[in-house]
């Protein structure tokens, strides 16, 4: 793909890394954040100070809270704005020009009003257009640092794929395509739930068995609300499952895995929440899981536990006593 003129919405870490990577390919980038005094404050100091603190912006790099602006004679308008502000943020790009522009979420989350995937949020907000997702095991310092990571660009459009595939590919930076959008999707969205359990496991000193037996069951689980919502089950044994579940139920930079040792800590949810101003997508998707597992009749009890602990004071030592004596049953009941 040709060097493109870039508008991202959403001044996060995520976002601001992808626009690092794709200035580094000669595009031109414009990123748009809601708040004019922050975007004011990052253009100054160059760097964005909350999200992705010590990082340099390249020269070029444009920041702008005007949305005109921002979308003005843009190619491909990456949304990274944190899945429950999505709808709000669209209802804002419906009453700008898209004519033309492909669209590429990078948020992972289900929304918790109407349990839509992004790009179904997408579809009902701003009608049929050319919409790609990108997701993946892709922690966004070690992206921006260079580190070799793998990512996939889903979407229903083969060709769109491809194409984007080309344009966000690095020596550094791994990309494959999908056409499972509904796999890809869920499974950047369920991993962060998982990942809040892990997080837990941790504060409370277990040890790599527990940590083993969270990630397997976690990855059936992920997969069987997949298959019972359209996905291929293939899909959660991937990128955008398995590899993004591996790295944010480890890595020490994970948002969702830090929320879960303060709730192994003993901390309760409104609590944490108040007093960080980074977005935990699994406290969400959590609640929306939950509900989706209901409507589907899925059977999910890591993602059941992980609920009642968040939005019922469940005790996480309880919560484990009560997965660990479930009825037993044999592996291949297990895995399907």
């Known amino acids: 793909m040709d060097k493109k003129n870039i508008c991202i919405i959403g001044d996060g870490?995520?976002?601001?890394?992808?626009?690092?990577?794709?200035?580094?390919?000669?595009?031109?980038?414009?990123?748009?954040?809601?708040?004019?005094?922050?975007?004011?404050?990052?253009?100054?100091?160059?760097?964005?100070?909350k999200?992705?603190?010590g990082v340099k912006l390249p020269d070029g790099f444009k920041l702008t809270s005007d949305l005109e602006d921002a979308l003005r004679n843009?190619?491909?308008v990456i949304l990274a704005v944190p899945s429950q502000y999505m709808r709000a943020v669209l209802m804002m790009l419906k009453m700008e020009n898209l004519d033309g522009k492909v669209l590429v979420s990078v948020a992972k989350g289900i929304e918790n009003t109407t349990l839509k995937r992004m790009s179904e949020v997408i579809d009902e907000i701003l009608g049929p257009r050319q919409v790609a997702v990108l997701s993946g095991p892709t922690i966004a310092l070690e992206v921006v640092n260079g580190v070799p990571t793998t990512a996939v660009i889903a979407s229903k459009d083969r060709g769109l794929a491809s194409e984007l595939q080309g344009l966000f590919?690095?020596?550094?930076?791994?990309?494959?395509?999908?056409?499972?959008?509904?796999?890809?999707?869920?499974?950047?969205?369920?991993?962060?739930?998982?990942?809040?359990?892990?997080?837990?496991?941790?504060?409370?000193?277990?040890?790599?068995?527990?940590?083993?037996?969270?990630?397997t069951r976690g990855i059936v689980e992920m997969a069987r609300l997949g298959t019972a919502m359209g996905a291929t089950r293939d899909t959660f044994y991937g990128l955008s499952g398995l590899g993004d579940l591996t790295t944010t139920c480890t890595s020490q930079y994970s948002r969702n895995?830090?929320?879960?040792?303060?709730?192994?800590?003993?901390?309760?949810?409104?609590?944490?929440?108040?007093?960080?101003?980074?977005?935990?997508?699994?406290?969400?998707?959590?609640?929306?899981?939950?509900?989706?597992?209901?409507?589907?009749?899925?059977?999910?009890?890591?993602?059941?536990?992980?609920?009642?602990?968040?939005?019922?004071?469940?005790?996480?030592?309880?919560?484990?006593?009560d997965l660990m004596t479930r009825p037993s049953k044999t592996e291949i009941e297990y895995l399907s």
């Open 13 to 49: 870490g995520w976002g601001t890394t992808l626009g690092i990577l794709l200035s580094g390919k000669g595009c031109s980038v414009t990123l748009w954040g809601a708040f004019p005094d922050y975007i004011e404050m990052v253009r100054s100091a160059r760097q964005n100070i």
């Open 257 to 321: 895995r830090w929320f879960g040792e303060e709730i192994g800590r003993g901390r309760k949810m409104k609590d944490i929440v108040k007093e960080t101003e980074m977005v935990v997508e699994g406290v969400a998707t959590a609640r929306s899981a939950y509900d989706l597992s209901k409507k589907y009749k899925v059977d999910m009890p890591i993602t059941t536990e992980i609920y009642r602990v968040l939005y019922e004071n469940k005790d996480p030592k309880q919560a484990i006593r």
């Open 169 to 215: 590919m690095t020596e550094r930076f791994r990309i494959y395509t999908n056409d499972d959008v509904i796999g890809v999707e869920l499974g950047g969205s369920l991993k962060n739930i998982i990942a809040i359990a892990s997080g837990t496991l941790d504060a409370l000193g277990f040890g790599t068995n527990s940590k083993a037996a969270l990630l």
């Open 74 to 76: 843009k190619d491909i």
């Open 51 to 53: 999200f992705l603190p």
